[in-house]
């Protein structure tokens, strides 16, 4: 059974201070992922990989085509949901996890992972005790967690960004090089956390430039290549 | 989830003489949803939330407020009495300048015992013990709660306004630039407990800001406003990280770090 199925999916930019000039990234673009399975998007920087993933989050709103996502509810079109339909989503189906994590300031780092659990509905105790667990599986010591990570390392925020995005067990993930700024010890640890996802049946789309990572995880590798710049 | 919104406006249009400050403006808001205003100063947003707010009547279209009584009632259509009921009771206006919404010649205290007093709240003990609860969270030393808040700072004032406001737990809030004047480690303390109380408590928020780094952070949804008119809505990362309009891509490029 699918999990995602992108039909002609086409993404653009107009870039309105730049005199109105149009980037074209995707074109009719044709994706199917099945249940379980874990797709690398693999291609040069300008491909469309971090598009293909801000698509499949409702991020960006593609311009023609279809991108649906398996929820509790069925096949959901998000180029076509409505901003609450985008949310839901979010909080019950789609977890993902971008290069770069962006928080109100001063929260603590623990209870920035809980976030995504209690969106959901889990106690307090009990989302305490799972952003705990996942935490001290990613080597964050535990004198950091009520820490806000303003301070922290790249590497250290990277983590509570996996964290964040892998806590709450979502049937779909969406990962964009999450393993960008960690070292091979913490690479491990993340591998070994997307494979326990994928024995759980979780669906993973992901971009990784690590090739150990990749062949760790990937079920099949979809290489992408740039369109031309269209005038 | 609940299948009907809680606010609902529709063709709202204000003209004050022959200036139209805002022009056929649609919107929903479902409980625990934030929507933020945004827009330059003058593009109508302030216009836009008094309208909403019920503080100002719009020259043509609806808004309308579902209360827990009888559904939905027209906010301007409705009784002065009723209104002002509704709007102690069930939704609360946090204003840009706390001397609005603060009473200055009473105590901290008492500005924010007063709204649970007005709610039928009647022992003096437990009036104090949540009021200095709220003065707590709101990160204002409980020291001073008999203190007048002509006493304070203009960041004291404005963390009172909210405590006042929010300690009789409403169903919608309107809040215009709430972080403007404060430091930006208060800001971020603020910012943080108003995501906690619209998820905790299912409060539907309304907020006004030229601060588009305070929109991403606390709103799930964006309007951008430009002469009266809506330019572009939408969820708040899709506007900021894909904004299609000239105008919405000028204001996100113009900033730092949003």
């Known amino acids: ?231 | 989830m609940t299948d009907e919104p809680l606010l609902r406006a529709a063709g709202v249009t204000k003209a004050f003489d022959r200036l139209i400050a805002c022009r056929t403006v649609s919107l929903e808001l479902w409980p625990g949803e934030v929507l933020g205003i945004v827009g330059e100063s003058g593009s109508g947003k302030t216009t836009l939330l008094r309208c909403l707010s019920g503080e100002l009547a719009p020259s043509t279209g609806t808004v309308e407020f579902r209360t827990l009584e009888s559904g939905f009632e027209d906010v301007h259509r409705m009784g002065e009495a009723r209104r002002r009921f509704l709007m102690r009771a069930q939704w609360g206006v946090v204003h840009q300048n706390p001397r609005d919404g603060l009473r200055m010649r009473v105590s901290a205290g008492g500005n924010v015992g007063e709204r649970l007093m007005a709610g039928g709240a009647r022992h003096y003990g437990h009036i104090r013990a949540e009021a200095e609860d709220w003065l707590d969270r709101v990160e204002l030393d409980r020291g001073r709660i008999d203190e007048l808040p002509t006493l304070f700072s203009g960041g004291m004032q404005q963390r009172l306004q909210i405590a006042r406001i929010l300690v009789s737990k409403p169903r919608l809030v309107f809040l215009d630039e709430p972080t403007g004047g404060l430091d930006v480690s208060v800001q971020a303390k603020l910012l943080d407990l108003l995501r906690r109380l619209t998820r905790d408590l299912g409060l539907a928020v309304v907020i006004v800001t030229h601060d588009l780094g305070v929109a991403r952070l606390l709103t799930d949804r964006l309007m951008v406003m430009r002469r009266g008119r809506v330019v572009e809505e939408g969820l708040t990362d899709q506007v900021l990280d894909d904004p299609h309009d000239a105008y919405t891509q000028l204001l996100v490029a113009s900033v730092i770090g949003a």
């Not at chain 1, 509810?73 to 789609?94: K, M, Y």
């Not at chain 1, 997307?194 to 993973?204: F, L």
Request: net charge neutral.
């Open chain 1, 1 to 231: 059974m699918e999990a995602i199925r992108l039909e002609q999916v086409s993404k653009g930019f107009t870039l309105h201070l730049r005199g109105g000039i149009g980037l074209q990234v995707l074109r009719d673009l044709n994706l199917g992922v099945e249940t379980g399975e874990c797709v690398v998007l693999h291609g040069a920087s300008g491909a469309g990989k971090s598009t293909i993933l801000r698509c499949l989050y409702g991020n960006y709103r593609p311009d023609a085509g279809r991108v649906r996502v398996r929820s509790e509810a069925g096949l959901v079109d998000l180029a076509a949901a409505s901003p609450r339909e985008i949310l839901a989503l979010r909080r019950t189906t789609l977890g993902y996890v971008s290069q770069f994590l962006r928080v109100v300031p001063r929260v603590p780092a623990i209870e920035l992972v809980m976030e995504p659990l209690l969106e959901r509905g889990v106690t307090l105790v009990e989302a305490r005790e799972r952003s705990a667990a996942i935490l001290d599986r990613l080597d964050i010591p535990a004198r950091l967690w009520d820490l806000p990570p303003a301070t922290f390392s790249g590497g250290e925020q990277q983590r509570i960004n996996i964290a964040r995005g892998l806590v709450a067990e979502r049937p779909i993930l969406l990962l964009d090089e999450p393993t960008a700024a960690l070292d091979a010890a913490n690479r491990a640890a993340v591998v070994a956390l997307i494979r326990e996802a994928k024995a759980r049946g979780t669906t993973v789309v992901g971009v990784f430039h690590d090739r150990e990572v990749r062949e760790a995880v990937a079920d099949r590798v979809l290489a992408l290549e740039a369109l031309e710049v269209a005038a």
